[in-house]
């Protein structure tokens, strides 16, 4: 048997025999052309900064969604979540995620948002995970070609549950230390963290249920907008 995470976050056994032909298959969703490669090297405008422009985000591996989500006069950007739709083509949000270096560790993370729904009746895209439907904080190593276990990291602090606290104001501050922290295969140590944080490529959050934290989220029903208001490395 082999151990193998396939894109977000969870620590799951696959026979050997169908490990290579999955190790392939480590991003969500095949339409997305970072599907095999993971998101391409881009430089920040300036290091140890989080830009506020929408454009300077990316939406990653999701389907029905643009490319970069859009201003919001209330913080630094929003998106809608999709309807899931059809099953053979379903709707789905998984990834968020702008280019950041950083020249110093960190002591901590902080992160404020806030979810505005309307009866809102939300879905886990991979029929294997399970509700309630999650945000989490992460970020990517520079060159991540989504099948490297130290290439993202996933706070787990971060963890909001959808519509368990909607239409409130959250923030997180979590620690940079390995025990609030662990990497694609769930594990962790705080020499890896700091090494995969001195490559930093990318800086986000991911959208799935409580097993994979990136598959991605969608709406059975009713309406809900993520409003990022503000992200900080301190």
């Known amino acids: 048997m082999a151990e193998r995470n ?24 095949p339409h997305d052309p970072n599907y095999y490669f993971g998101p391409p090297n881009t430089p920040p405008q300036s290091p140890n900064t989080i830009s506020p422009d929408p454009q300077l985000w990316n939406i990653y591996y999701s389907n029905h969604m643009p490319a970069h989500p859009s201003p919001d006069p209330e913080g630094m950007w929003s998106i809608d979540f999709p309807n899931y739709g059809s099953w053979s083509d379903p709707g789905h949000v998984n990834y968020i995620q702008t280019p950041y270096r950083s020249t110093t560790i960190p002591q901590s993370i902080s992160i404020t ?31 991540d070609d989504l099948t490297w276990p130290d290439g993202r990291w996933w706070a787990h602090p971060s963890l909001y549950n959808l519509g368990s606290q909607d239409g409130q104001t959250i923030t997180y501050n979590i620690p940079f230390t390995y025990d609030q922290w662990s990497n694609v295969e769930a594990q962790s140590g705080q020499d890896a963290l700091e090494a995969a944080w001195q490559n930093i490529g990318w800086i986000g959050v991911t959208f799935g249920g409580q097993f994979f934290w990136g598959h991605g989220v969608a709406m059975d029903s009713g309406t809900a907008r993520y409003v990022l208001i503000n992200i900080q490395v301190n």
Do not use: K
Request: glycine residues 0%.
């Open 6 to 29: 396939l894109c977000c976050h969870r620590l799951v056994i696959v026979p050997t025999a169908v490990f290579v032909l999955l190790a392939l298959l480590v991003s969500c969703d």
């Open 113 to 143: 948002f806030r979810v505005e729904s309307t009866e809102p009746s939300y879905d886990v895209v991979d029929p294997s995970d399970r509700l309630p439907a999650t945000v989490h904080l992460f970020f990517e190593q520079q060159n």
